[in-house]
């Protein structure tokens, strides 16, 4: 018997819905692709953000001013000096022997004629003792011979009269006379002896008191080369004994000038100048000469100024290093302008700006505007602004940069 075969159900058909509807796993990776494409389309725009910012930054230009302002403008050459006395007075020794005596040191106020020192007089006054006595002995000669003469002179008288009568013959008158004669000659040789040694008496006694070293001026005794017992040896060179300064109270700077500075420096231009001893403190002097002889030292030629200067106080002392500026010009209450603004120029205008002119860059409405201007005064700081359509209190333009606005910088306006 034929069996009824019943088939197996078929699976259910997918319907619309279930066809157009993703499973849970494939729509997670969907969500998945796509926020990956949004962030780097985020990262993208950042980046391209960044760039655009910094080379907007880059390109824009910032302005460093200074207002233009009133002061003075002072050209000065400086030098470097030593300080010393207006008047030092060496004191040597005419005189070789040995120091006996000391009666002066570093810093005696000393008067004029006062000994300071006292060499051995023992060996010029045996000299003086001996002169003395050729001296004496001379005088004697010459009365000796002057006795002689009055004698020769009598014994003349008579033989020539006793010749006259031919008591006596002719040539004993002769002799009678040539005796006188010689007499004579002879009273004149004792009379020249006699201030011959005189002569040697004197220097002698010169001699004896340049055993005596004396102050020749007043003054204060700066510098002592000598010592009790030392033996002074005087005969090719003077020995230094004593330096003495005249008046401490005036002193003067002399210094050394280059010869490309020389031609700016007269009599009585004002000087200032300071030492190491006294830090922060100024001395005012003003230059007394220009000496005309120059030193040349490994080819370099420099002039001697000499600056005077008050030293009531006695602050300066002997050879203390001065560094010095001479003021050579100076105007005061003039408008001016640092050098460095004389020199910028700006980066998009160097090309158009023709070179010689003297012209500064005012920044006017947020722009760096040229102004023509006449320069007077320049004293490597500042330069004077002689003439020019610029006033007190302009901005002007000193440097500029490009990028993020510094501190003091003005920033160029956006066009």
């Not at 004029?112 to 002169?131: E, G, L, N, S």
């Not at 008591?167 to 004669?181: F, H, R, T």
């Not at 005061?332 to 012209?359: E, F, M, S, T």
């Amino acid at each position: 018997m034929d069996q009824l075969v019943i088939p197996p159900p078929l699976p259910a058909a997918v319907t619309p819905v279930a066809a157009t509807t993703a499973s849970p796993g494939i729509r997670l990776l969907h969500d998945r692709r796509w926020q990956i494409g949004g962030g780097l389309l985020l990262a993208l725009v950042v980046v391209a953000a960044a760039a655009w910012w910094a080379l907007r930054s880059d390109t824009s230009v910032h302005y460093t001013t200074v207002p233009l302002a009133r002061g003075a403008v002072t050209r000065t050459v400086t030098a470097t000096g030593t300080v010393n006395p207006v008047l030092t007075i060496i004191v040597g020794s005419y005189v070789s022997g040995v120091i006996q005596e000391l009666f002066c040191d570093y810093n005696t106020a000393v008067k004029k004629d006062q000994v300071c020192a006292k060499i051995d007089p023992r060996p010029y006054q045996t000299v003086v003792d001996q002169d003395k006595a050729n001296l004496e002995v001379a005088k004697a000669q010459l009365e000796k011979d002057n006795a002689n003469v009055v004698y020769a002179q009598g014994n003349y008288e008579r033989n020539r009269q006793l010749a006259l009568k031919d008591y006596v013959s002719q040539d004993i008158a002769d002799i009678a006379k040539s005796q006188l004669e010689q007499g004579k000659a002879q009273v004149d040789l004792d009379a020249a002896t006699i201030v011959l040694r005189q002569a040697e008496l004197d220097a002698a006694n010169i001699n004896l008191s340049y055993t005596d070293i004396v102050s020749p001026v007043d003054g204060v005794v700066v510098s002592r080369n000598v010592t009790m017992g030392q033996t002074v040896a005087a005969t090719f060179q003077t020995p230094t004994l004593f330096l003495i300064a005249t008046d401490l109270t005036k002193m003067e700077v002399d210094t050394n000038v280059s010869e490309s500075d020389i031609g700016t420096i007269k009599e009585k231009n004002p000087a200032s100048f300071t030492v190491d001893a006294w830090p922060g403190r100024v001395f005012e002097g003003a230059v007394l000469q220009v000496r005309q002889s120059p030193q040349t030292v490994q080819n370099v030629v420099t002039y001697d100024v000499v600056v005077g200067v008050d030293n009531t106080d006695l602050a300066l002392k002997p050879g203390m290093t001065a560094s010095t500026q001479i003021i050579t010009d100076q105007r005061a209450n003039v408008l001016r302008v640092p050098d460095q603004a004389l020199r910028y120029v700006p980066a998009a205008a160097a090309a158009a700006v023709p070179a010689g002119a003297a012209r500064i860059w005012v920044l006017r409405n947020g722009k760096p505007v040229a102004v023509p201007v006449v320069i007077g005064l320049d004293d490597d700081s500042f330069t004077e602004i002689v003439s020019g359509d610029v006033k007190a209190g302009d901005q002007v333009v000193t440097t500029e940069q490009r990028g993020t606005a510094a501190h003091g910088a003005t920033p160029a306006p956006r066009l």
